[in-house]
Structure formats: C-alpha cells, structure tokens
C-alpha cells in the first residue's frame, strides 16, 4: 500500500510557471531568505472552525488543498493557538502539544507536494478568546459546551464587548509564561515542516491588545506609554524569531489602525494609528522580523471601518517606505487589476487573497487569464482553462 505522501505526490502538478510573467509582477517570484515565491499571491489565514481539541483534521487537507492544487505561492495556515485558553472559539487550530505535530505535518506535506509554501499564523486570542464558530451566534461559549468562561485573559480587565468575557489582567509571571507557549509552539511549527512563520499582533488579540491604549490599561512597564505598550509584544516575537530558524522568514500580522476614524491615515493618540504602527514596524524590522502583514481594525467595536476596495493599501505603503521594510497587503483585493496596480506602484511586496479565494479557489488561475498571464495549470485541471 503506497504511504500518503507518495499518494500525494501523483497530484504533484508543475503550476505557478508563467511564460509571459515579466509583463506581470503579480505573477513574478521573489526570494526572502530560504524561501522563493513562485508568484505573489497568498492565501491569508482564514479561520474554519473545524477542529476538535485544536487538531487538524481531513477538512484542513481538503481545504487547504483547494488552494495549492490551484498554484498560489504560499499558504497560511489559519490562527492557530499556542494554548487551549488562546483559541476565539473551541473550534479553533491549536500548536500547545507535541501531539499536534503530526496531523499539521500531514496537511504541510500535502501543500509542499503542489510547489507552494506552507505557512502558519501562530495566534492568542486573549480577551476575544472562547466565543462561538462563525455560523453558530455571537455569544460567549459556557463550560458545557466546552468553553472556559473564566479563564480569559487580557492586558487588562477591560472587556472587548458586553457580550465577551471579563478578562483577567495578566500579571508579569503569567505573561513570562505565556511567553514561552509562543516559543515552543513555533518550535513545533518548524518540526511539522512550516517554511514561514507569522505571529497573529492584529484585531484585538492579545498582541495587539498590548499596543492600542484603548485596550491597555495598565500602568506597570507594558503599558502607558508607546515604548511600554510596544514592549510584550516585541518580547514575544523577538523571543520567536530567536527559535526560529534564521534562514526561515518570519511575518507579523498588525492593525495599522483601530480604524477610531473611516480616514486611516488620521491620528489616535488614545488608541492604536498608523504613526504608531509605524514605529512598531521599524522595532520589529530591528529585531529580524521580514515582512509585516497590513490588515487594520479588531480592537474596538465602535471602529469606523471603510466601504471602499483596497482600504487598507495606504497603510501598507506608509509602513513599507517609512519603515523600510517588505509588506504584505490585504483587505477587498478581489480585481486582479488591482492587485497588479498595488504591485507596480511599489505599495507591497506580496498580495493576499482570502475571501476572493473562499468563493472560488482558481481565483488565481482567472485572474492570470485576466492579465494575459499564460500560467501552467495542474495537470488535472488544465482542461478547465478551455471552458473560457
């Protein structure tokens, strides 16, 4: 009986090869340390609510399948928790045990077997942890449905909403260890075979909690000021990008802004704005961090968020020119015509595509055709291009 990696590899598809991608950076490779990009386009983490105790699953091999067998460059691995109290619902991927090793390994084997990079986004949902699935309400999960009510965590006792948790404020011991789970997580990470690394400092996690003054209220060394705020956060990915192999990028996922204001170029001196991400950025580039992923919003529910596509480019830019540092754009990117715009006017370096993805996984495969990119599709599915 064949192993399942040899069963794999008679998908083994030669995909991602364009015969005219020089007309098109959408569609060119870049290299960043060990790792070439065989295009820019990447498929961000997505949350699927589909795990039971944090473990991988058929579901995941199928999913996240979809997506390579399809040619994208690399794929994030949706948030996946260093704890069990870290995951937003019980559903949630988890990296707490070495047992969970293997059955991520599986779904890794079978991205790499397509020519894409396996990433994962390691992830703590602090004070927006134990809420239920996407499909199932907005509501805060009790204890027998496997929820941990009291066990939610946060730089304060602020809560994000009336309907979230009351979170503990965690004490300097308690970070410290939380701190280590970050650590040997993305040790285990790199066991399972992940080639990129990014640590989820966005949307009102825990990370991101620390940063913005409207979630950090404490008045030790990890908050107050931008220096205190910053200060966690950066222990905890200097501390990861310590473990993790130097010839292996590492990503960080941040808000630009809290979105306070619809203009997310304006200041929030209460809050968390661009000016600061900004600094944050060029503290993170210090410590060997390679890119920085641009989303924005999360931390509060109030935040003004904007109708239009691209929202949150404007950011990526800022952040890429005034910190110097590789970025990687998302939000609305759905028009391929847009997301070769945002290349050639230098405003990132890599684009992600995540929901454009859910409602069809040869978004990249359309949007070659569209840019009059002649790519090479998997052998199973080169047929498809005919029905055009």
């Given at each position: 009986m064949p192993s399942a990696a040899i069963q794999t590899q008679a998908f083994n598809p030669q995909v991602g090869k364009a015969s005219n991608a020089e007309k098109s950076l959408l569609f060119s490779p870049v290299t960043n340390k060990s790792v070439t990009y065989k295009n820019r386009i990447v498929v961000p983490p997505m949350c699927m609510y589909s795990c039971t105790d944090g473990f991988f699953n058929d579901f995941h091999l199928a999913h996240y399948a979809s997506f390579a067998f399809k040619g994208v460059a690399a794929i994030i691995i949706e948030a996946t928790a260093v704890e069990p109290r870290g995951r937003i619902s019980p559903h949630d991927a988890g990296l707490w045990s070495d047992e969970h090793i293997a059955p991520l390994k599986r779904v890794v084997d079978l991205i790499k077997s397509q020519g894409t990079i396996p990433a994962i986004q390691l992830a703590h949902a602090g004070r927006k942890a134990n809420m239920s699935s996407l499909w199932n309400g907005y509501k805060l999960v009790p204890e027998s449905e496997g929820g941990w009510p009291n066990d939610i965590v946060g730089p304060s006792d602020v809560p994000f909403d009336e309907l979230h948790g009351k979170p503990h404020a965690l004490t300097i011991p308690e970070l410290e260890a939380i701190k280590q789970k970050w650590v040997d997580a993305a040790i285990r990470a790199d066991k399972a075979g992940i080639e990129v690394l990014e640590v989820h400092n966005a949307h009102g996690y825990l990370l991101q909690s620390f940063l913005s003054g409207h979630s950090n209220k404490r008045t030790d060394i990890y908050g107050g000021s931008l220096e205190n705020r910053m200060r966690y956060p950066l222990e905890v990915i200097e501390a990861v990008r310590k473990v993790w192999p130097e010839h292996k990028p590492l990503w960080v996922r941040i808000s630009?802004?809290?979105?306070?204001?619809?203009?997310?170029?304006?200041?929030?001196?209460?809050?968390?704005?661009?000016?600061?991400?900004?600094?944050?950025?060029?503290?993170?580039?210090?410590?060997?961090?390679?890119?920085?992923?641009?989303?924005?919003?999360?931390?509060?529910?109030?935040?003004?968020?904007?109708?239009?596509?691209?929202?949150?480019?404007?950011?990526?830019?800022a952040i890429k020119h005034q910190a110097n540092i590789a970025t990687a754009a998302v939000g609305r990117i759905i028009d391929p015509k847009d997301a070769e715009t945002v290349l050639k006017e230098d405003k990132a370096d890599y684009i992600l595509v995540g929901r454009a993805h859910l409602n069809d996984s040869s978004w990249l495969n359309h949007a070659a055709r569209e840019l009059g990119v002649s790519t090479v599709w998997a052998n199973q599915y080169e047929r498809g291009q005919r029905a055009f």
């Open positions: 630009g802004t809290d979105f306070k204001y619809v203009d997310s170029m304006k200041r929030d001196e209460e809050g968390w704005d661009i000016y600061q991400s900004i600094e944050y950025a060029k503290a993170l580039k210090e410590i060997g961090v390679d890119v920085i992923d641009v989303s924005g919003g999360g931390n509060r529910t109030d935040a003004a968020y904007p109708t239009e596509k691209l929202y949150q480019i404007e950011m990526s830019n």
